[in-house]
């Protein structure tokens, strides 16, 4: 178990670390951040931000040398930079980011545990992309088999026509086919070092541009009635991985079942609803699973929670929400500038409390 005053380093600079950090702060530790220049929103709550490229190995050392454990908060943060740490210092194994940052090597993991992907096909040429919308069909998604997120690096293959006009992009892709689904779910979970695993409750969750927008409880009868199988797999996902923390698994509820789409090993967009809407939070049972501490209770407490992200301009106004009535419960990421498509902050909102 990690001391009160101990130091917790988080590897990336964004909203998920800021409100790691915050529930780090909360149970007595100290957070010191690192990642590259950029708009680095985690460093507010940090006590020490270290601000230098993956691979400044002299900057690392200085992390390194200030930290009691390393956690991440970002899932391209690269593999050599996370191996390059003491080994000791490594809340969980390197290897939960390797098989997360490949989409083809998650698709196969979570595949090689008895979990259903879309059908899908790797894409390393033009011939590649040809052969793979014949052998999986339209409509169908490719998307870059690396540093995608959040709809970025992908591109929609909708027909046979559209199929003649599809470039590859240079770069490993996976091509998927469409899936047509009710909802999309998220199943996430907490591991403890002592491999004791605890779930949130799903939520079913609403994209628009292939983005999060919206997240809510209760998730409807499809998703509930394909939650068990959901969790099996991401409970054995974590399993394999001798995962420590809070690690998310995507699903589409499809008619045949639950559809693994991709995982995140970290704390996740779907999961912010659990600051006030859960028994303990993600980002607090995160920092305490690394800290080795007592896993909190993940039930929720109110009968129906709705998260919304609160996306580019739309942040300028966004304080006019606390006069909405239902006590909106606001979160602001601190971020300088209101670009379009960025994640800015978050509402959510609860119904009534439960017994
Ligand atoms: P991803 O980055 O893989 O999570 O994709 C972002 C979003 O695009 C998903 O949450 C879905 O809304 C949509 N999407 C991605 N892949 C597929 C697919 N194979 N079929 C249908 N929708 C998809």
Redesign the pocket.
Known sequence: MLPPGSTIGILGGGQLGRMMAVAALQLGYRVVGFAPEGDNVAADACSGFITAEWDDAAALGQFAAACDVVTWEFENVPVSTVAALPEPLLACPVRALEVAQDRLREKAFAAELGGVP?PYRAVESAEDLAAAIAAVGTPG?L?TARD??D?KG?WRVRSVVEAGTAVFPGVTCIY????T?ET?FSVILVRGADGEVRFWDSTANL?EG?MLAQSILPAGALVEAQVPAARELAARVAEALGYVGVLTL?F?ATREGPVF??MAPRVHNSGHWTIEGAATSQFENHIRAICELPLGGTKTRFASIEMRNIVGEDALKAHMILAEPGEPHLHLYGKAEAREGRKMGHVTRVGHALK
């Open positions: 879309a998604i998307k995608g997120y709809g992908q998927e086919g469409f899936v689904y999309e994209h292939g995507e589409f789409n991709e």
